[in-house]
């Protein structure tokens, strides 16, 4: 299974940007998706993850201005970032685990990360 992520890149304080990352591969079902990210200097941390429509969690930092989503149908996960702060500048990493066709039949797989950098 391959993640390829994008929608990084430079915004202003207060602007907005979107995050999304594919999921390829012999995919049978993929279970949670989630994002994560990792600024210069400090340990990787969770963002927000995602089971289901109505199952979704958020870091206290990011709660009321991150909004997490997938669609299924094309095993696609999404970070709408709004309000977004310098604080939030990291390297964004998507996850995923699921069931796959072919051996190991079930994983955890990491996207390449995307770099978000928010100007004051």
């Known amino acids: 299974v391959q993640l390829q992520a994008s929608g990084g890149g430079l915004v202003q304080a207060g602007g907005s940007l979107r995050l999304s990352c594919a999921a390829s591969?012999?995919?049978?079902?993929?279970?949670?998706m989630a994002w994560y990210r990792q600024a210069p200097g400090k340990q990787r941390e969770l963002v927000a993850t995602?089971?289901?429509?109505?199952?979704?969690t958020y870091a206290d930092v990011v709660k009321g201005r991150f909004t997490i989503s997938r669609d299924n149908a094309k095993n696609t996960v999404y970070l709408q970032m709004n309000s977004l702060k310098p604080e939030d500048t990291a390297v964004y990493y998507c996850?995923?685990?699921?069931?796959?066709?072919?051996?190991?039949?079930?994983?955890?797989?990491w996207g390449q990360g995307t770099q978000v950098t928010v100007s004051s």
């Open positions: 995602i089971r289901s429509v109505s199952s979704t």
């Open positions: 996850n995923a685990d699921g069931f796959t066709y072919t051996p190991p039949y079930y994983g955890e797989y």
């Open positions: 591969g012999r995919i049978r079902s993929i279970n949670a």
